[in-house]
């Protein structure tokens, strides 16, 4: 982080600066990074090139950075681009940091500063110049390139351990704003039941003391077909919350304005807007919608709807879902809400080529059936797309890693591999999920 700000400092000294379609942020890891950096001097260079601090932690990589200029996000999408960032955080996936952006490189910090002023990922730092100086001449990256020397010079000077006491001494009073909270007092929580950002979560709706048998799927229809790789950014909610969204659709009707629709990340503890953004990924592929998107099609209607609007009707018809899906199922970071939104949705089953470890046993803490075709079959094998009724009979004595029987209205019947690894995912599975067991375990 020193090295960027030496190399921005040099960048201004050399009269450089970043293209103003070129979107800049700088979000540290703690507040003692600000601390230093603020010390060390280059606060200012880093400022010069737009490389303000808006937010600390994962803020960049879950993609709370802000928007993009309009226009330049109308072109974008007018024009199918893709559009690349550069991050020296730790997410790359496809719309990550911002839907906007396809193509996502993780890189140091300083080379995040040299691709800004380059303002292309497409050059080549050996042989292309930066830029130009006043007087004409190329300012080349290895020009201002800062030495380990110079950098190790600062850090000794500026990176002390009083820093560090100075600043966590103080982490547990928060800011002012949340010193002058009013805490209610009480044990239990005071659910505001008009509050957008936390309400009392469905999750032990109806829950009884003693266990309910619990059954397979009948009679459900699918709500999404995918293909491979479909990682837990493509399921669950992330990011800034599209106008044309769900999820701004009951906000709006709750009387906010795209303004204060934040984000998803600090609307998680709202169900309600977090099953409206699970699958709102932009870039997810659905087969069974025309395009790229968080679409589906309603059976039998043939209705094409958001995804969640169709989860909804289903509900309403008192249908069951379940998801066809390729390999690696739910790739990528481990993510709660990747299976908490797909219960809340209504999908009781999902049937994959692969799972990825840690999102299948999430799914079977959130009491949902990962089943796995046997291998070398898949949706296509069997001529599925979407529009299918399945029933799935799970064995009162089911055991890990059993083989049972898929059927669907068309007449066909294919064999599934149910992925109950372990003794405990069945315990987790007959108790509606790992929720509901420790509560029960608790009682």
Not at 31 to 60: A, D, Q
Not at 75 to 103: D, Q
Not at 245 to 262: I, K, V
Request: proline share 6%; glycine share 10%; net charge neutral.
């Amino acid at each position: 982080m020193l090295g960027a700000g030496l190399l921005a400092k040099k960048a201004v000294e050399n009269g450089l600066s970043v293209l103003p379609y070129i979107k800049t942020s700088l979000s540290p890891g703690s507040g003692v990074v600000t601390y230093y950096l603020r010390e060390s001097g280059v606060v200012p260079y880093l400022e010069k090139l737009g490389f303000n601090i808006v937010g600390y932690g994962c803020m960049t990589c879950i993609g709370n950075s802000g928007p993009i200029d309009d226009n330049i996000a109308n072109t974008i999408e007018k024009n199918e681009l893709v559009c690349c960032g550069v991050l020296s955080g730790n997410r790359n996936f496809e719309g990550r940091i911002h839907p906007n952006t396809r193509a996502n490189y993780l890189a140091s910090p300083l080379l995040v500063i040299a691709y800004a002023l380059a303002g292309t990922v497409d050059i080549d730092f050996e042989t292309q110049p930066l830029g130009t100086r006043a007087d004409g001449t190329r300012v080349y990256l290895r020009e201002i390139w800062p030495t380990r020397a110079e950098i190790q010079e600062v850090e000794n000077k500026h990176v002390i351990p009083g820093m560090f006491k100075e600043v966590y001494a103080k982490i547990e009073l928060g800011s002012p704003s949340w010193q002058a909270l009013d805490v209610p007092q009480g044990k239990l929580y005071g659910w505001d039941p008009n509050s957008t950002y936390i309400k009392r979560p469905p999750f032990f709706d109806g829950m009884t003391r003693g266990l309910n048998p619990r059954q397979g799927v009948h009679n459900a229809r699918c709500l999404l077909l995918l293909g491979d790789s479909v990682t837990t950014d493509h399921i669950s909610p992330a990011g800034s919350i599209a106008r044309n969204s769900p999820a701004a659709r009951f906000l709006a009707d709750r009387g906010l304005t795209p303004r204060e629709f934040n984000s998803y990340g600090s609307r998680r503890g709202n169900d309600a807007v977090m099953s409206r953004g699970t699958f709102a990924n932009i870039r997810l592929v659905n087969k069974m919608a025309p395009t790229a998107g968080p679409k589906t099609t309603h059976h039998p209607s043939g209705d094409v709807m958001d995804i969640f609007d169709a989860a909804d009707r289903y509900a309403s018809e008192n249908v069951p879902l379940i998801a066809v899906v390729g390999k690696d199922y739910g790739s990528g970071s481990s993510r709660d809400w990747a299976a908490k939104g797909p219960y809340l949705l209504g999908i009781r089953a999902v049937i994959a080529e692969s799972f990825e470890r840690i999102h299948r046993s999430n799914l079977v803490g959130m009491g949902i059936i990962p089943l796995q075709f046997l291998d070398g079959q898949n949706a296509d094998t069997f001529g599925l797309n979407g529009s299918e009724v399945f029933s799935i009979d799970l064995p009162e004595n089911i055991t890990p890693g059993q083989i049972i029987l898929v059927q669907v209205d068309n007449g066909t019947t294919f064999q599934v591999k149910v992925r109950f690894d372990t003794e405990v995912d069945l315990t987790y599975f007959k108790n509606g999920g790992i929720l509901n067991y420790m509560i029960r375990k608790m009682l």
